[in-house]
């Protein structure tokens, strides 16, 4: 029962593109900005998460709440220095400087610490289970677990809290919400505040799992979770969460398949797809923008 553990495996790699994923699809749902500064807030929650580990002594869970404190607070500060003042400038302007914001953290980080990667500490343990023949490992189910839990808590977050309704209303008409008396202001930095915090806990899990972190990290699983966000709808939360898992299954089974070379390719040909055939991604629907 091999393709079991292969699609185990597919989906625990799947949670953590759908973790980085949530903060694009919630920042643009609210402000129509791609932040493709939120691939590096992943690359500094997973040093956040090494440094808490190896330095402090600290185990895993205290380590993931540690990171996406930090990483709240950072995403944050991204949005009140560099984007805040760009709420009326055009799509293009906001698009170059969130370009420039992923170039400052990433040489910022190498200027700080240099490029030399990281060994992640071994923090969890890593049995395996029979399951149907399938060798399953514990880490894998732990991380899975990790990852349905938070994206279930943002789900209550959305859903039954006043900042929640607050983030729904912005999304859906930003003047009127501000007519009826919302702080705009502070819901969009509330958002960036939890997707950035989802970002720091894919971090910490990423690091766990493939036990090599560097400054450069960000890259790659940013621009998947931005193909994830597409895949799903970009804009709609549970839209992001299933792109997620679809684009980690078909990267195990594209590398179980001997194709392991095309493994990053295989992202990058679901977007072209999308963008040909759906681009609305599976949960959107099509509307048309005057430009």
């Known amino acids: 029962m091999e393709w079991i553990q292969q699609i185990v495996n597919g989906i625990s790699l799947g949670s953590i593109y759908a973790l980085i ?5 919630m920042v643009y749902g609210i402000i129509k900005l791609i932040n493709f500064a939120h691939g590096d807030v992943f690359m500094v ?6 440094y808490a580990i190896a330095g402090w002594g600290l185990s895993f869970f205290p380590a993931l709440l540690l990171s996406m404190a930090v990483c709240a607070v950072f995403g944050v500060l991204i949005e009140r220095i560099a984007y805040k003042r760009l709420r009326n400038a055009t799509r293009i302007a906001a698009l170059i400087t969130a370009i420039g914001v992923s170039l400052l953290i990433e040489y910022g980080v190498i200027y700080i610490r240099g490029a030399q990667p990281e060994a992640y500490p071994n923090v969890l343990p890593n049995k395996s289970f029979d399951f ?8 894998s189910l732990l991380i ?20 929640g309704k607050a983030m729904r209303a912005v999304s859906h008409d930003m003047d009127a919400a501000r007519l009826m008396g919302i702080n705009v202001d502070n819901t969009i930095s509330a958002t960036f505040a939890i997707g950035s915090a989802l970002a720091g806990a894919a971090g910490v899990i990423f690091g766990v799992y493939y036990t090599k972190i560097e400054p450069l990290m960000g890259i790659i699983p940013g621009l998947k979770a931005f193909v994830a966000a597409v895949l799903g709808g970009i804009g709609i939360i549970p839209g992001a969460m299933v792109g997620g898992l679809v684009l980690g299954v078909v990267e195990t089974v594209v590398s179980a398949l001997g194709y392991s070379l095309w493994r990053d390719a295989a992202a990058f040909i679901i977007l072209i797809l999308i963008l040909i055939f759906r681009p609305s991604g599976i949960f959107g629907k099509n509307t048309r923008e005057k430009v």
């Open 21 to 25: 994923a949530l903060g694009y699809t």
């Open 144 to 163: 899975l677990s990790v990852s349905v839990i938070l994206m279930i808590i943002l789900q209550f977050i959305v859903h039954r809290t006043k900042i």
């Open 45 to 50: 929650g997973a040093f956040v998460g090494f």
């Open 132 to 139: 149907f023949g399938a060798q399953i490992s514990s880490q």
